[in-house]
């Protein structure tokens, strides 16, 4: 049973400190889903359904991913995980999960919920999990998404199952409490909050911060940023630089390459975009320093073209945002041209295309002729 919070208990002359369980305490679970292991990383053993897409390239991200997610969490040293990659999750998860992460930390997830689960087994070194709202905050924060979904703590905090946290709400909320009050106050909420759930996590928060918890609510509501920048937004993508004032892109997709990644899931919820699971990518940034109308071309219609400009703050107010944040999917005209007026900027370019065997992608990126 995962225990709520430090506690001592009598043993002989002396009273011994207990801590919640951590993944590493638990037995492995062995009634796990009968894949193949198709890839080991440095901290993941992947097993998966030969029948879904997963490129090397995300298989790599999984990884560092997993790797940053600890950092944050202040953990030198990541618990290892085994990833079972498949949809077929309810034998294995509670009902109408969509994925899961057991205690032993495995996580049973398919494309769309990889990132999350990930987040759960990042904190394995804290506690196997805390309450609801703590919970699936931290593993949302974690998402390659902006967390721009701000609303009253006092609606969702004391939640006492995951099915009632909603969990962008959550991600934000966490996502200030680790940025604005501090990480060691934050794991130390996060060890004290009742796995149940219910009063008890508005009692801990009041312990750990020092501070009625309905006026830390309201300072949250007054004081936080309207969005949150998603961690590792532009990082470790390379500068495409252009030719005079035009940029060409030039690749083979393979998904056996590490260049290629797949499926698409840099969107809170991947069942929106039935494609996304079936489509590999490939990303590169830009630097724009003219503002203006740029025009994307592509080889042909069926190459989709997602852009994202890379903000280096942590966040962003309402007006920043307005004026600053840019995340959008650019949709072709038949012959297979977008026209989008754009700020200087630094942008990353994500260019999608459904699962083939190894074909060339071409796109090029230019100021529109017009002007207009």
């Given at each position: 049973?995962?225990?709520?919070?430090?506690?001592?208990?009598?043993?002989?002359?002396e009273?011994i400190?207990?801590?919640?369980p951590?993944?590493?305490?638990?037995?492995?679970?062995?009634?796990?889903?009968?894949?193949?292991?198709?890839?080991?990383t440095?901290?993941?053993?992947?097993?998966?359904?030969?029948?879904?897409?997963?490129?090397?390239?995300?298989?790599?991200?999984?990884?560092?991913?997993?790797?940053?997610?600890?950092?944050?969490?202040?953990?030198?040293?990541?618990?290892?995980?085994?990833?079972?990659?498949?949809?077929?999750?309810?034998?294995?998860?509670?009902?109408n999960?969509?994925?899961?992460?057991?205690?032993?930390?495995?996580?049973?997830?398919?494309?769309?919920?990889?990132?999350?689960?990930?987040?759960?087994?990042?904190?394995?070194?804290?506690?196997?999990?805390?309450a609801?709202?703590?919970?699936?905050?931290?593993?949302?924060?974690?998402?390659?998404?902006?967390?721009?979904?701000?609303?009253?703590?006092?609606?969702?905090?004391?939640?006492?199952?995951?099915?009632?946290?909603?969990?962008?709400?959550?991600?934000?909320?966490?996502?200030?409490?680790?940025?604005?009050?501090?990480?060691e106050?934050?794991?130390?909420?996060?060890?004290?909050?009742p796995?149940?759930?219910?009063?008890?996590?508005?009692?801990?928060?009041?312990?750990?911060?020092?501070?009625?918890?309905?006026?830390?609510?309201?300072?949250?509501?007054?004081?936080?940023?309207?969005?949150?920048?998603?961690y590792?937004?532009?990082?470790?993508?390379?500068?495409?630089?252009?030719?005079?004032?035009?940029?060409?892109?030039?690749?083979?997709f393979?998904?056996?390459?590490?260049?290629?990644?797949?499926?698409?899931?840099?969107?809170?919820?991947?069942?929106?975009?039935?494609l996304?699971?079936?489509?590999?990518?490939?990303?590169?940034?830009?630097?724009?320093?003219?503002?203006?109308?740029?025009?994307?071309?592509?080889?042909?219609?069926?190459?989709?073209?997602?852009?994202?400009?890379?903000?280096?703050?942590?966040?962003?107010?309402?007006?920043?945002?307005?004026?600053?944040?840019?995340?959008?999917?650019?949709?072709?005209?038949?012959?297979?041209?977008?026209?989008?007026?754009?700020?200087?900027?630094?942008y990353?370019?994500?260019?999608?295309?459904?699962?083939?065997?190894?074909?060339?992608v071409?796109v090029?990126?230019?100021?529109?002729?017009?002007?207009?």
């Open positions: 049973m995962v225990l709520a919070g430090a506690m001592t208990v009598g043993a002989c002359a009273d400190e207990y801590r919640p951590m993944c590493s305490d638990r037995e492995p679970e062995v009634d796990l889903p009968d894949l193949p292991l198709v890839d080991s440095e901290n993941l053993e992947i097993h998966a359904d030969e029948g879904l897409l997963l490129c090397a390239g995300t298989i790599e991200l999984y990884e560092t991913t997993y790797r940053h997610n600890n950092a944050v969490l202040g953990l030198e040293d990541p618990h290892d995980v085994r990833l079972f990659y498949t949809n077929s999750v309810a034998e294995y998860c509670p009902e999960a969509s994925a899961c992460n057991l205690r032993d930390g495995t996580a049973i997830a398919g494309p769309g919920w990889v990132f999350h689960e990930l987040g759960h087994a990042s904190n394995c070194e804290w506690r196997v999990s805390s609801p709202a703590l919970n699936e905050g931290l593993a949302t924060s974690f998402e390659p998404v902006a967390q721009d979904h701000m609303t009253d703590p006092r609606e969702f905090i004391t939640a006492e199952s995951p099915f009632d946290v909603h969990y962008e709400s959550a991600a934000h909320f966490v996502r200030w409490l680790i940025e604005e009050r501090g990480l106050p934050f794991r130390e909420l996060f060890l004290l909050a796995h149940s759930g219910g009063d008890g996590v508005l009692e801990a928060i009041e312990d750990v911060y020092g501070q009625d918890a309905d006026a830390l609510f309201d300072e949250y509501l007054e004081a936080a940023p309207y969005l949150w920048v998603p590792r937004q532009c990082t470790d993508l390379e500068v495409l630089e252009p030719n005079g004032d035009t940029w060409e892109f030039n690749s083979i393979d998904c056996s390459d590490p260049a290629t990644l797949g499926p698409y899931e840099r969107q809170e919820n991947i069942n929106w975009d039935q996304a699971k079936t489509a590999m990518y490939q990303s590169f940034l830009i630097e724009i320093e003219t503002p203006g109308v740029y025009r994307f071309e592509r080889d042909e219609p069926e190459t989709s073209i997602e852009i994202e400009r890379c903000v280096d703050q942590v966040s962003l107010s309402k007006q920043e945002a307005e004026e600053q944040w840019i995340d959008t999917g650019l949709f072709p005209t038949l012959q297979g041209t977008t026209d989008i007026e754009l700020p200087a900027g630094t990353r370019v994500d260019v999608r295309r459904e699962y083939t065997k190894p074909h060339p071409w090029r990126i230019s100021p529109n002729p017009d002007g207009n």
